[in-house]
Structures are given as structure tokens and as C-alpha cells.
């Protein structure tokens, strides 16, 4: 048998938006996997997938001349390969035009669709494969769905050479793949497709139409932000336009109402949601209240809820904001408060108003270090009995003993301050909170200085 007629997909049909222009190998029951069904019409993002490497778009980094994967291509030595990048950005095109640059025969399974059999079945062909001459590159879609044990089952045919491994993932890597396979690949990070990219490639879809898009600029620049980075999307809302009957241009707001907007890409389970709080409490402690306000909405309209927002704001106002705002920690249970009273949409607008007082609040973390200072000083000295002046005794046998004798009552005292020790006997003084100086702090520091004076004068 020919080596045509022996290739093959394993499972699934490559429906990504970047690919091989000529037919795919057979998937094992003498029908191509992306070989259209006669008298159907070739979707436009088919017919546009780039025959070559360089004609991918958006990913100058990895495909450029001096792209971590062009490099590796004329060293002669492809490595097993991690594509982490989002929907659209073409993963699976690379892993097709990465086979055909190398010389090796391409092989594809999903996740999804896919078990222990499947595994089997792929690697026992790449095998009677090797032992022909011949290589393979074995793409694996949404290669984070296997589990530990599946994905474990690919480190021989890594380290033995049996297959190229080339995964392709939305999720974080890091999180979602084993550490001993992700010991054996290396990691390319794939980009959203950003404006430039997008653009050329509606340039791209115009010239196989052989007419211009029926749109004003301003519509045609909605249209790319519509596609929110996903080419292959951009490509399918490109094809609804051509198929309009459209004489004159089309306005950017008759345009969002033919074509449905993307939602944003969000799970609230998964990487994007630490992502987007983390930039709304960096941008809240860089006092950038615009930027605050941007990343609160963006979680709100990935469907986050509210109040876990509402959680992490009022961490904030006591870990960032702490004492140099002392009505911050207030503000941020009464915002969380109007929020459970009012609900949805009403009570965001009390939460919208706390991220721009926390934005531009005075911030100081002293009591957050002072606090996991004094965590670890009490880890470190055990069982310390406090000083006996300091013990309360409310037995006749206690105070014999010595307990109470010598307190001073702070508030017989001259301002209020007896300036006695209240760390345990035997434990040198420390200092766990040094207030930042800003806001209410700075008052705070100036009592303290006077304080730790009058401390030293009696000595």
C-alpha cells in the first residue's frame, strides 16, 4: 500500500481556520476529513487556509525569519510542541504546515473524542511507520481534556522518537498539563490576532470574493473588534457579509445588528478569571481609577459574579489601603451591603463607586506586613507567657503570686501612655508595623515616633 493510502486521521476534522489548501489524508474509511461532501460549497475560511508557514498571519514571533519555529525548522530538529494560544489563532494550520515543512506525516487526534483505543491505534502506525523510514508529527487538539494517565501515556513515544508530539491548548499549560510531559515539549505561546492581522486577512477573503466588503470604514474596523482576536471567526461573519444583497455600504450600527457579537471569552474556573482580577487589583494599587473601572466591567460582562468581586475589592481596601484610608474597609462592606440589598444592575453602580475610592485612595500594606511579621514572630517563640504586670488576677492566690503587681493604667497616665513593656519577659522588643506615611498613616507615624520617645527615656 502506497503511504498515501496508509495516512491518515485518526480522529476528528481539522476545523481550523489555518491549513493545507490540498486535501487531507484519509481518516481510515477511505473518506478525506476535510474533503467537503460533493456539491457542497467550501466555507470561505477553508478556502483562505495559507499552503505555507509564512503565510500565517499574526504569529511573526514563532513563523518569521527569525521565528523561534523557523529556526528550528532549518536546524533540522523539530521538538515536540505545546501550542497554547486562544480559538482561532491557528494551532492546528502550524501543526499541519509544520508536518509538511519537516517531511513528516501528519496525524491528528482530539481530546475530546478520543481514548486509550485511539492512543493505541496511533502510536502502533507510527511505529510500523518508523520502522519504514518515515517520521510522523502527531497533533493532538485540545490536548489539556486527557487526564494524568492518558497524557502520561505519551512520555515513551516522546523520548523513543516513535512521534512528533504537537498538542494544542487553550488552557494554561502549567496548570493543565502534566509536568513530566511538559518536561519533554517546549511551549509556544500563540498571539491573539491582533488589528493588522485581522485586517489582512478581510484584504485576503476580498481578493478570493473578487469584491470589496459592503462596509464603511468605521464598520469594517467593528467588524475586526467584533472577531475579539479568533480569525476564523472574523472569516465566518466575513462570508454572512458577502451574502448580503447589499447595494449601499453598511453603517457600523446596521452592522451590529445583522451580525451577532462574539461574547468575550471568560470562565470563570479557569485562567482568564485569576487574570482579570489580578489586573483589577494591580490597577487599583497602581491608583489607575479608568483602568480599574475597565477590568471591573470586563469581569462583569464575562458574567462573573458580583459578589465575588465585592470579596476581593474589600481584601483589598484592608490589605492595600489598610490605615492610610481607614473609611476604605467601611466603604467596602457598605458597597457590598448595597449591592445584596439592590442587586443586579443597580447595586454594581455601589460597587463601580468603591473601585474608584480604592483607585485613588492613599495605599499603604503596613498593617498586611506588620501582620505577617507578627504571624511568623509568634511561630518562632512557642509558649511565651505574657509579663506577670500584665496578667489579670482575680484570685487572692494569683495576686500573691505576683500577677497585676506593677501595671500601670494607661489611662492615669500623663497622654495617655505608661510606656510600659508588654512583650513577653526574656523577648527583646520588635517593631512589626511601620506605618507608609501616606494618608491617615502619617498621623499614625508621628504618635508612634512620639510614643517610642518617651519609651526610650525610660529606659
Known sequence: MSDSGKDFLASGADNDLFGVAEPSPSVGNGKAADTPEPGTRRPLADRLRPARLEDVVGQSHLLGPEGSLTLMLARGSLASLILWGGPGCGKTTIARLLAQAAGLRFTQISAVFSGVAELKKAFDEARQYARAGRGTLLFVDEIHRFNRAQQDGFLPVVEDGTVVLVGATTENPS????????????????????????????????????????????????????????????????????????????????????????????????????????????????SDPDAGLYWFARMLEGGEDPRYIARRLTRFAAEDVGLADPSALPLAIAAWETYERLGSPEGELALAQLVVHLATAPKSNAVYKAYGAARRAAKATGSLMPPAHILNAPTKLMKDIGYGKGYAYDHDAEGAFSGQNYFPDG??????????????EQEIRRRLDVWAARRAKQR
Open 175 to 286: 496548570f493543565a498539563l502534566n509536568s513530566a510531559l511538559l518536561s519533554r515539549c517546549q511551549v509556544m505561546v500563540l498571539r491573539r490576532l491582533d488589528d493588522p492581522s485581522l485586517e489582512a486577512l478581510l484584504v485576503r477573503a476580498e481578493e478570493i470574493a473578487g469584491r470589496p466588503l459592503p462596509l464603511t470604514e468605521e464598520a469594517r474596523s467593528v467588524l475586526r473588534a467584533m472577531a475579539d482576536g479568533d480569525g476564523r471567526y472574523l472569516l465566518n461573519m466575513t462570508e454572512q457579509i458577502l451574502s448580503f444583497r447589499q447595494v449601499e455600504p453598511i453603517d457600523a450600527q446596521k452592522l451590529a445588528s445583522l451580525l451577532a457579537k462574539r461574547a468575550a471569552l471568560y470562565d470563570k474556573d479557569r485562567e482568564e478569571h485569576y487574570n482579570l482580577i489580578s489586573a483589577l487589583h494591580k490597577s487599583l494599587r497602581g
Open 427 to 440: 523577648m527583646p522588643r520588635q517593631v512589626f508595623y511601620a506605618p507608609a506615611g501616606r494618608g491617615y
